[in-house]
C-alpha cells in the first residue's frame, strides 16, 4: 500500500491556503490557485492532502481519460465500445497529477504508443499528464521555473478544456478540464504577468511566526514519520468532514443567491482597482458564493466578498507597476472607500 | 568524526550534508571515512557535473530498444541513488533547474512519469554537496540548502590534523533515535536557534529535531538536554548562534544561551498566542530538564521570543537565490529546449533519440514489410529530430547620465521618466535597470540595479543637476557595473546621456585637459571589453565630441538634442529585443 500523504486537517496554521484550496476544489470554475511563498512552507503538503480528502468521482473502470459513465470522450477508445452496458463504472480519488520540472511536451500532451507501432504496427495514442489529470488537479510546483512552451501548452489547455494533439501522424482531441496550483518562491524568478492572470485565486504564504506553532508543526510531522498510517487514520475524521463540507456546498452553491447589491459592490471594487478585464470580477464573485455556501448563508454577503477580495484579485493588480504601495494594502483601501472596512 | 556517524544513522530524514570544502586529501578522507559508516549494499553514487536531465531522471535505453523491440526506462542517477547517498561535486554551479528536479524527488520520489515506484518505504537518497566556492556571494541553490540538514565546514581543517583512517563507529537505527524525547522547551530553543541563523524553514526545524535526538541517542540518552542542543545547532547551523543585543543583556551576553524553562517573556502583542512562563516539558523529559543549575541561570532573562525575531531572518542567509549560467551564450549546448527540429542546430548535434522514434514510428510497419527489412528498424534521415535549445539571458540596462550644467535639467527630468517607462517595460522583459550619476568629484550610483519597481521610483526622486562633471568616473563606474552584471549572469548594456563635456578627471582633479584624457582612456577600456554601448548626445547643439566619444567607446551614437523619454526609451528597448535572441 502507498504511504497515506500527510492529513489536510493535521496541516497546522496556512489557512489561507487551505481556505484557497478549498474553495477551488468546490468550484472548479474558479480557475486555479497560486501559492506563492519561501520554501518548507507546506504547500505541496497541503496540495496532496486536499486531494486524498476530495469526494471520489465517478468513472468508466480503466479509462484513462476519467470518462464519466454517461459521457464518454469521443477519443476515448475504451469507452466508445458499442456495448455500453459491458462497461463497469467505479468510483476513484480525485486524480491528482504532479508536474515535475523535467517533463517533456510529449509527455504532459501524449503521444504515438511506440511499443505497438514497433510491434505490431498499430497506430495507438498513450494519453499523457493531461488526460490522467481530467477532472481532477494539476500541481506545479516551482511554477515561475517553467519553460515558456510548456507555460504557453498549458495555458493554451486550461483555457479551452480541450488538449489537441497534431504529430506523429495523430489527431486527438481529448477533454482535459483541472484545477490548476501552482505553487513557487517569487525569489526565484518572477511569473509572466500572462500566466499569473489565468490562475483564480493567490495565496501568499510564510512560515509560521509563533514558536507554539512551529513546534507542534514539527510534532506532528515526526508522528506521521513514524506511523503514516495510523496518523492518517486519526485525522480521518476530521478530513471527513471537510469533505462532507465541500460536498454539501457544492448541493448549495446552485442556488445561492448573488443579490444585485453584490454584483455592484464587485464591480465597483474591481474598477477601483483597475482589475483589467471580466476575469476579476467573475472570480470574486465565484468565490464569495462558494464562501458563502461552505458558511451555509443561503445569500452571498459582504462579508464574503471581503474575504475574498484578496485571493481573488491581489495578483491582478499590475496596472501600474511603479505604484508604491503593495497589492493586499490597495485592495485594504479600496474595500474600505467602499465602506467595507 | 561526529557529523559522519549522524549523517549515517539519519539517512534521508535529513536531507543530507553540505559541505564546504576544497577539493584535497582533507575531503577525500571525510568521504571514505563516511563512507566506512555505511552498509556496503548502500548505493553511492557521484554525480556528473553539468548533468543532463535524462542523467538524473532516467531515459530510454536505445540499444535495448532497437535490438527487442521493447522500450525500457533506464533508471537516472536519482533512482539508482535510493536508499543510499548522492554526492554531488561543485555543487554551487548545480542549475537552478537540476537543483529543483532533485529536490523534487526527494520531497516526493519518482515522478518522472514513467513508472511510479509505489513503495511503502521511500528513501530518497541523502544528498551531500560539496560547495566549493570561493566568492562571497556564492552559494549552493537555495532550495538545495534547505533540504540538508548538516553543516560541514572542511575549509580550514589542516590535513596533518586528521587520523588517516579514524574508526567509523556504529550509528543508531532509527526506532532508538525516534523514540527519544524532545521537550516543548528544548523545541523553543531550536526554534530560537534557528530563527537566530536566518534559517525561517520549517524543514530545518524538522531536521534540527531529528538531529537533536539523534546525538541525545549517540550519548546514550532518552531526552534531550542543552549541551546536546547547543551540539545540534553547531553542526547543523554552522554555530551556536549569539543573540541580538536585547535591554536585559548584562551578564547574558556571557551566556549567550537562555537558560530553559525559565523564559520570562515581557508581554509581547504580536505574540499574544505564546504562553508566557515556564513551558512544562513532558513528564518524562521532567528529572533530566529540572537538574539544570540553577546557577547557571543568572539573571539572563531571555529576550523576548516573538514572531518579529522569528521573521525578520528571514532574509539573512540566503545563499543565491537562482543559479544563473555565465552570460557568454554558447547557443545549443545549453540552455532550454524549444522545439524539435529535423535539422540540426549545431553541425556535431546528436539526434533526440525518443523524438526521432516517434517520428519513425508511424512508418515502421510500412517500410519493413517487405523481408529484407523485416524485424528491422528502417529509419530514414527524415525521421531524425533534434532538440533546439535557447538560452535566455536576463539583461541589465545601466544608464550613466551626465549631470553637468550644461545640461538643462528638465532633460534630465526627461530622462527620469524614461527610466520609469523603461522599468515598466523591463517588468515586462524582466530586465534590471540602474542609474549612475556624474555629479561633483566622482560618479555615484543612484540607483543600484533593480526590477523593483517602486524602489526605483522612490530613489528616482529629487537628483538636481548641475556643478562639476567627472564623467570619465562615471563611465568607470558603469563599466564596474556592467562587470558585476556580467558575472551574475546577465547581459549588461551601457546607456550613457552625456554631452561629452567633462571637467573633472579620474583623481578628482578639476583640469579639462586630463578629464579628457582620462575620458578617452575609460572610454577605449570599454569599447575594448565589448560591452553593448548606446552614447546619446545631450548637448543642445549636437556636435562632433559626442560622436568622437562614441566612437572611443565603440558605440552606438544617436543624437537627441531635445532629450525625450520615448525616444530613448524606443532606441534601448530595440537593443534589449535584439540582446534576447
Known sequence: MQKPPFPFSAIVGQDSIKRALMIAAVDNTIGGVLILGDRGTGKSTAIRGLARLLPKIETVRSCRYHCPPDAPATSCQICNVLDKKSLKSEQIATPIVDLPLGVTEDRVCGMIDIEKALTTGEKSFEPGLLASAHRGFLY????????????????????????????????????ARFVLVGSGNPEEGDLRPQMLDRFGLSVDVTSPDNVKDRIEIVRRRDAYEQDPVGFSKKWQRKDTAERKKIESARERMVDTIVSDEIMELVTRLCMALGVDGLRGELTLMRAARVEAALAGRESVSTVDVRLMAPMALRHRLRRDPLEEASGTARIDRALEELGLG | MLTARIAASGGAHLGGVHILAHPGPVLTSWLDGFRRHLLPENPWIRLPVRPSTEALLGSVDVMDAFQSGVIRHVEGVLERASGGWLIMPMAESLETRNASIISQFMDEGDQSGSEAIESDVFTGPGLIAIDESSDEGESIPGGLADRLGLRLDLRDVLYSSIEPDWPALPGIPEKVWRSVQIGDDAMEQLVVYAALSGHPSMRKLIHLSHGARILAALQGDDVVTEDVIRLTAQLFLGGVPEWPNAPEEEEASSEAQTSKGENQHPPSPVDASHPSENIQSDASATPEEKNVDPSQDKASTAPPIDAHLLASNTRSKRGRASGKSKAGVTAG????????????????????????????????????????????????????RYQWRRQRVEQSVIFVVDASGSTALERYGETKSAIEQLLAECYIQRCNVSLIGCKGLQAECLLPPTRSLTSAKRKLGGYPGGGATPLASGLLAGLAAARSAERTGLMPHLVILTDGRSNIDLEGAANRKSAQDDVTKVARHIAFTGVSTICFDVSRRPGKRVRELSAQLGADYRSLPHVNAASISTVVSQRLQGGAR
Not at chain 1, 507555460?151 to 504529430?167: K, T
Not at chain 2, 549546448?333 to 549545431?346: A, K, N, T
Not at chain 2, 553541425?347 to 517520428?359: F, G, S, W
Open chain 2, 333 to 384: 549546448r545549453r540552455g532550454q529546449i524549444y522545439v524539435s527540429r529535423s535539422v540540426p542546430q549545431l553541425p556535431d548535434q546528436k539526434p533526440d533519440i525518443m523524438a526521432t522514434l516517434r517520428a519513425y514510428a508511424p512508418w515502421h510497419h510500412l517500410r519493413t514489410r517487405s523481408s529484407e527489412h523485416a524485424g528491422r528498424l528502417a529509419i530514414r534521415s527524415e525521421d531524425f
Open chain 1, 140 to 175: 506545479i510546483d516551482e511554477v515561475n521555473l517553467l519553460e515558456d512552451h510548456m507555460v504557453d501548452l498549458l495555458l493554451d489547455v486550461a483555457a479551452s478544456g480541450i488538449n489537441i494533439v497534431e504529430r506523429d501522424g495523430m489527431s486527438i482531441r481529448h477533454p
